[in-house]
C-alpha cells in the first residue's frame, strides 16, 4: 500500500450498528435522483464526513489493500457507490476524504489478483474526483499513476448540474391537475444541494435558473442557506451571474440588496479620486438602478436606505452624490421600460407630496430654458409654503418637509439649474432662486440657521455680480476678499455651508459672458485661499454632466464646453485631487 496521506491514529472501533447505517444509506441513496434523496443526502452530510474521516483512520492503519478488503469487505462497494453520487462528491471536504481514502488503498506494488483490480478501479475513480482545481490531487495522479492533465474534468460536477437543471427548468405540474404531485417541490431540495457549489462556474447557469425560476406556487421555495451562499459569494466576486439573475437575488434576499447598496455607499465615502463619472459607471455596473426600474418594491427599499443615511450625514457632498447619481440613473432606466411593464411615480414616491413630484422629476432638458424660471419659483414658492406650515405644526415632526426636501436632493438638476439663472438674474429675480439653494443645503432652521445662510447667500451673490462686472484688471479686493472669508469653512459658524457659495462662483464662472482670463482669475484665487480646489473640480464636474444631457442652449454651448475645459486643466495644474 502507498504511505498514509495522515498521520497514524490510535485505531477507535468502528460501531456495527453505525456501519449498517452508512451502507443502507447509499444504497438507498443511489445517484440522489428524487427530491426525498437529495434532500436526505444533503442533511447527513456532516454525519457523513465524521464516518469518513473515521474509514480513513482505520484505513491507514492497515497493512495491506487485502487486509483491509478482508477485514472491511464492505470497504470497495460503500466507497464505489459514495463516488458516483454527485451530491457527495460535489462537497468538497467529502470528496477530499473519498479521495485519501482510495489513495490509502492504492497499492504500489500489487501482492496478488486482488489489489491488482482495486488499482485498476482506483485508477478510474480517482481520474473521476480529480478537479482542476485541487493542485494536490493533480500532482498526486500525474506523478504516481501517470494520468495526463488534460483527463482531469469536472464530469461528476456537470453531471450534478444537467441533472438538477433539468428538475428546476420544469414548470408546476400541479397547475393542470391538482392531485398530482407538484415538482416546484424539488426546488427547495436542488438549492440546498447548490450551497457547496456556489464558487464553481460551472454550477452559476443552474443558479441564475433558480433564481430566475417562477414561483408558481407556495411549494415554491428557496433554501435561505443557498441564498445567503450565493450572496456571499456574489459579493466576494467568487460568482458571476447574469444581470437578471442578480435582480432576481436581490428579489429573494434582502439582505444581498442592502449589501449591494452599503457597498456603494462604502466605495463613495472612501475612495479617493473617484470622479462622477466614475460613480455613474459603476452604478450601471451594478445594475441596481434597472433593478429598481424594474421592480419598485426594491426602489422603495434602496430609497429608504438612501433616507437613512442621509439623515446621518445631511451635509456629506459624497453621499449626495451618490443619491443624485443613483435617481438619474434610475430614471434614464425606468424611461426605457415598455409603458405596460411601468407603475406610477406615485408607487415609486408615496411618502412625497403630489403637487411636487412630477415637477420634480421633469429634467430641465425637457423643458425651454426660457420656462426654467417660472418653473423654479413655483418650485420655491410651494416648497417655502410647505416649510411655513410644518413649522408651525411642530407635533407632526417635519415628516412632509423632509420628504420634499429628499426629492430635491434626489432631483438635484434643478438647484443646479436655479444657480445657472442666478448668473443672469438680476436684483428682483434672485430671490426665489436663492432661496432654493439656500433650502437645499439647510432644509430647516432647527440647528441650520436656514434665515442667517439666505442672508450669506445674498451677500455672496452681490460680491459675485460685482466681481463678474469687471471686464479687466485690477479686480475689487475687498470684495475677493469678502468672497474668500464667506466660502472658507468657519470653526465659529460650523453650520454655514461653503458649498453654496462655492456652487454659486463655478456656476458665474462658467455661464458669465465675459472673457476668459477674469472669471478664471476669480476663481483660481477663491479656491487656492480657500483650499477648496478639490471641491470645485466636484462641482464642476456635476456642472459639466447636467450639460451633456442638453441644459444648456446650443449657442452657448460650444463657449460653456471650452470654458469648463480650461477650467478642469486650470484646477488640474493646481494639484487637486478629483471628486
Not at 422603495?300 to 451618490?322: C, H, P, T, Y
Amino acid at each position: 500500500m502507498s504511505q498514509p496521506l495522515i498521520e497514524p491514529q490510535t485505531e477507535p472501533l468502528l460501531d456495527v450498528q453505525e456501519m449498517q447505517f452508512w451502507l443502507g444509506k447509499v444504497v438507498a441513496w443511489g445517484q440522489a435522483d428524487s427530491p426525498e434523496t437529495q434532500k436526505d443526502t444533503c442533511l447527513h452530510l456532516s454525519r457523513l464526513r465524521d464516518f469518513l474521516q473515521l474509514l480513513l483512520t482505520h484505513i491507514s492503519n492497515m497493512g495491506s489493500t487485502t487486509e483491509a478488503m478482508t477485514r472491511l469487505p464492505f470497504l470497495g462497494q460503500f466507497l464505489g457507490r459514495l463516488c458516483w453520487n454527485p451530491y457527495v462528491t460535489a462537497d468538497a471536504v467529502s470528496r477530499r476524504l473519498l479521495f485519501q481514502s482510495l489513495w490509502g488503498l492504492f497499492s504500489e506494488h500489487p501482492n496478488n489478483a486482488v489489489e491488482r483490480k482495486a488499482n485498476h478501479w482506483i485508477r478510474r475513480v480517482l481520474c473521476q474526483l480529480a478537479t482542476e482545481e485541487d493542485d494536490a490531487v493533480t500532482e498526486a495522479l500525474v506523478k504516481h499513476m501517470g494520468v495526463p492533465t488534460k483527463e482531469y474534468h469536472l464530469q461528476v460536477l456537470r453531471k450534478m448540474v444537467a441533472v438538477l437543471s433539468e428538475k428546476v427548468g420544469k414548470g408546476c405540474s400541479s397547475l393542470g391537475n391538482p392531485s398530482q404531485r407538484c415538482s416546484c417541490e424539488s426546488l427547495l431540495a436542488a438549492s440546498e444541494a447548490c450551497v457547496p457549489l456556489v464558487t464553481y462556474s460551472e454550477a452559476a447557469p443552474l443558479i441564475g435558473t433558480l433564481l430566475q425560476r417562477l414561483m408558481t406556487c407556495a411549494k415554491a421555495a428557496l433554501s435561505k442557506d443557498f441564498l445567503d451562499a450565493v450572496s456571499s459569494a456574489y459579493s466576494s466576486q467568487l460568482l458571476f451571474l447574469e444581470e437578471q439573475a442578480v435582480i432576481s437575488l436581490w428579489c429573494h434576499s434582502l439582505p444581498s440588496l442592502e449589501r449591494a447598496v452599503l457597498s456603494l455607499l462604502e466605495s463613495a465615502l472612501t475612495k479617493t479620486g473617484m470622479t462622477l463619472h466614475s460613480m455613474e459607471q459603476q452604478l450601471t455596473q451594478s445594475v441596481l438602478p434597472k433593478a429598481c426600474a424594474q421592480h419598485c418594491s426594491l426602489f422603495l427599499i434602496v430609497n429608504d436606505i438612501f433616507r437613512s443615511i442621509l439623515k446621518q450625514a445631511e451635509g456629506n457632498e459624497s453621499v449626495l452624490s451618490l443619491i443624485q447619481t443613483f435617481t438619474s440613473s434610475f430614471l434614464r432606466e425606468l424611461a426605457l421600460l415598455q409603458p405596460q411593464k411601468c407603475v406610477s411615480l406615485k408607487a415609486f414616491f408615496p411618502n412625497t407630496h403630489h403637487d411636487l413630484l412630477v415637477p420634480l422629476l421633469t429634467q430641465p432638458s425637457e423643458m425651454p430654458v426660457e420656462a426654467w424660471k417660472d418653473h423654479l419659483n413655483w418650485l420655491s414658492s410651494s416648497l417655502q409654503r410647505l416649510t411655513e406650515e410644518e413649522e408651525e405644526r411642530e407635533t407632526r415632526g417635519q415628516c412632509v418637509v423632509f420628504e420634499a426636501w429628499f426629492l430635491l436632493v434626489q432631483c438635484a438638476h434643478w438647484v443646479q439649474a436655479a444657480v445657472q439663472l442666478l448668473v443672469t438674474a438680476g436684483p428682483d429675480d434672485c430671490g426665489p432662486l436663492l432661496w432654493l439653494l439656500t433650502f437645499y443645503h439647510h432644509p430647516t432652521n432647527r440647528g441650520h440657521h436656514r434665515t442667517l445662510q439666505l442672508v450669506k447667500a445674498r451677500e455672496a451673490w452681490d460680491h459675485l455680480r460685482t466681481l463678474f462686472l469687471v471686464v479687466a484688471p485690477p479686480l475689487p479686493v475687498t470684495h475677493l476678499q469678502s468672497l474668500v472669508e464667506l466660502v472658507t469653512p468657519s470653526q465659529q459658524q460650523p453650520s454655514l455651508a461653503p458649498l453654496l457659495v462655492l456652487r454659486l462662483l463655478v456656476n458665474f464662472t462658467v455661464f458669465c459672458q465675459n472673457s476668459q482670463s477674469c472669471p478664471t482669475e476669480i476663481l483660481k484665487t477663491v479656491v487656492e485661499r480657500s483650499g477648496l480646489v478639490g471641491e470645485a473640480a466636484c462641482v464642476l464636474s456635476s456642472v459639466e454632466l447636467r450639460l451633456n444631457g442638453g441644459s444648456c442652449s446650443s449657442s452657448d454651448a460650444n463657449r460653456v464646453q471650452l470654458r469648463i475645459q480650461a477650467l478642469q486643466n486650470m484646477l488640474s495644474d493646481m494639484h487637486m485631487e478629483p471628486c
